[in-house]
């Protein structure tokens, strides 16, 4: 009988980024559950249980938050961060970020980031983070 493997949640609108990371993280055991959208990372995150949350800052907004607040989809994912970590206190998130404005990964971690991972980044080490974090997140 094989483990369980972990179910991620890895919301990023980058199609190209989502499948190769998606691919490359089920080689290190990860079920990975992929939304296309802010949007459609909600609605998985509201129906279903995750192990973790990889989540993608530059994205464009849903609907409901006003372009301007995120700065026309700078730091969507702050936002979605922030609604996830409200829904599921407990569940570790993990921020893949192109941006390196001290302000905006200041507010990721405010919205409840337990990990901020500079984009490109390689499966290998994104799955180093997530051992780590739900290790840990395990024996709390």
């Known amino acids: 009988m094989g ?3 972990k179910k991620i949640l890895f919301i990023e609108d980058e199609k190209f980024t989502l499948e190769q990371l998606q691919i ?3 080689d290190y055991d990860y079920e990975v559950i992929p939304a296309s959208s802010a949007m459609e990372g909600m609605n998985l995150i509201r ?3 995750f192990d973790a949350v990889l989540l993608d800052i530059m994205m464009p ?3 409901d938050i006003d ?3 995120v700065g026309n989809g700078r730091t969507t994912g702050v936002e979605i961060c922030r609604r996830i970590r409200h829904l599921k206190p407990n569940i570790p998130i993990v921020v893949l970020s192109v941006v390196r404005d001290p302000g905006i990964l ?3 971690n405010e919205a409840g980031a337990n990990e901020i991972i500079n ?4 499966a290998s080490k994104i799955s ?3 051992d780590r974090i739900l290790d840990s997140s395990a024996s709390s």
């Open 3 to 5: 483990m369980v493997k």
């Open 24 to 26: 490359a993280l089920e």
């Open 47 to 49: 129906k279903m249980n």
């Open 61 to 63: 907004p849903p609907q």
């Open 67 to 69: 372009p301007e607040i």
């Open 106 to 108: 200041k507010r990721i």
């Open 119 to 122: 984009k490109p980044a390689l």
């Open 128 to 130: 180093g983070i997530l």
